[in-house]
């Protein structure tokens, strides 16, 4: 007589498991860094930052370089913030998200790792371009660069390479919650861009619409400028603001990922 054994129990590996995050960071990276867009988006940066900084120097008659340097920012945020935007879109777009959660399926950590791939990449590059503004404007300038001084030199140029940073990282945020290009766009140019312009025409209303140009001081673009003053003052309030903006919308996005279908 046969007996009956029951069927073994299959078991499966974890397929959630992923690669670890060092691993996806890589891949990050590598996609990130072989986009020509990137190269193109770098490019222009750099070369309004070098164009902006001795334009600044030689007008200026001999002003200081490193405020030639860091005032080219007020230009260059955009662009950062549009490849932070871009980057996350444009996956959506090709349809390449689904190949990528494919492989990653761990999403909070996919997004963690992309958005420090962007910021490791724009911050290599705005220290990269700063490196060769200050070439270009020392020679111009008839000031001396205070190097002995932290205020009045490194800590500019250090935190001006952190505000590009949070640039790039406004718009990766707002990449993941709108998944559409042209809409991250339009919402990173609408807060680096439009809001401060925006809020400064409410100081012509005199002192009842002066709380709206209080407030305009915690937008980033504002931030940033008190972060990378001349020389540096009171860090602790533009730094939390700027790192409130990339927390809130990179976090945020953090949670769409998670509860949405790619």
Do not use: H
């Not at 007589?1 to 891949?27: E, I, K, V």
């Not at 709108?178 to 005199?206: D, E, K, Q, S």
């Not at 140009?213 to 603001?241: E, H, K, Q, W």
């Amino acid at each position: 007589m046969t007996t009956l054994t029951s069927p073994r129990r299959a078991t499966f590996a974890d397929t959630a498991s992923g690669p670890t995050f060092t691993r996806t960071l890589r891949s990050e990276l590598l996609k990130l860094t072989t986009l020509r867009s990137t190269w193109w988006s770098l490019a222009i940066a750099a070369a309004l930052s070098v164009g902006i900084a001795g334009l600044y120097t030689a007008a200026s008659d001999g002003g200081s370089p490193v405020f030639g340097v860091v005032i080219s920012a007020q230009f260059t945020m955009l662009v950062a913030g549009i490849l932070g935007a871009i980057a996350v879109t444009g996956e959506y777009a090709t349809g390449m998200i689904r190949s990528t959660l494919t492989a990653s399926p761990r999403r909070p950590q996919l997004a963690l790792a992309k958005a420090l791939a962007i910021a490791l990449v724009v911050g290599a590059a705005t220290a990269l371009s700063y490196l060769i503004c200050l070439a270009v404007t020392v020679p111009l300038s008839t000031d001396a660069v205070a190097w002995s001084d932290p205020a009045q030199a490194v800590l500019p140029l250090l935190f001006g390479v952190l505000a590009m940073v949070a640039y790039a990282l406004i718009g990766t945020g707002f990449g993941m919650l709108i998944r559409n290009g042209a809409g991250a766009i339009a919402a990173t140019v609408g807060v680096l861009f439009v809001a401060p312009i925006a809020v400064n025409l409410f100081a012509l209303g005199g002192a009842s619409w002066q709380w709206v140009v209080d407030l305009g001081r915690y937008l980033p673009v504002a931030a940033g400028s008190d972060l990378t003053a001349i020389p540096t003052g009171d860090v602790l309030v533009p730094a939390l603001t700027l790192a409130g903006w990339v927390l809130a919308l990179v976090g945020a996005g953090i949670v769409v990922l998670q509860r949405r279908d790619a």
